[in-house]
């Protein structure tokens, strides 16, 4: 069994241009879990009002055969940039598309440390000759040593409980990190 840590990390955003400021963006990513399946994760709420910083990452532990590996490292994280109103409507509280990109996780594979950090320019649901929206991520690679992961240790997900802890009682997860482990990989 090979195993890899994939870290992608929301920073900030710029060139936000909306009509409504009453509201708050987050980032919705897809990340690739192999045979053409994804998992979704939504960001935390930012205010249009504030600095547009989320910091937040998430973490993905991969575990299984070398050709499962190849299609994680071959994938993309796709991102949405969303607005959603701070009202509720009748029809419930849905979020608006601003803007839409993919990065592919070969970037940082083939990056000297196995991480990198840039700027992902959104395409625009609407264009309004503006500068497109912007959001700034980094996406980073651990791969295990014979002791277990170089970096750090990974709690394991629970999907009996839907925890992301060693025991039901103890939760030991940080709030700002997200772990998406072993429910990303049951297509493999």
């Known amino acids: ?77 796709r991102l949405e940039l969303r607005w959603r109103s701070n009202t509720v409507s009748l029809f419930g509280n849905s979020s608006q598309l601003v803007g839409r990109a993919e990065i592919p996780w070969r970037g940082a594979f083939e990056s000297p440390n196995m991480e990198i950090e840039r700027w992902v320019m959104m395409k625009p649901e609407k264009k309004n000759g503006e500068k497109a929206p912007s959001v700034r991520v980094c996406l980073k690679i651990v791969v295990p040593s014979s002791g277990g992961f170089v970096e750090r240790k990974v709690n394991k997900w629970d999907e009996s409980c839907g925890c992301c802890h060693g025991d039901c009682c103890n939760n030991t997860c940080e709030v700002s990190d997200v772990f998406l482990m072993g429910a990303a990989l049951d297509a493999f």
Not at 9 to 28: D, P, Q
Not at 35 to 45: G, M, P
Request: charged share 20%; proline share 0%.
């Open 1 to 77: 069994m090979d195993a890899l840590l994939c870290e992608f990390k929301i920073l900030n955003a710029k060139n936000i241009h909306l009509t409504n400021s009453s509201g708050y963006l987050f980032v919705r990513c897809y990340l690739s879990a192999g045979n053409n399946k994804r998992v979704r994760v939504d960001s935390q709420n930012v205010s249009l009002s504030g600095d547009l910083s989320w910091n937040e990452l998430f973490s993905l532990e991969c575990r299984g055969t070398k050709q499962s590996m190849d299609m994680i490292t071959h994938g993309t994280i």
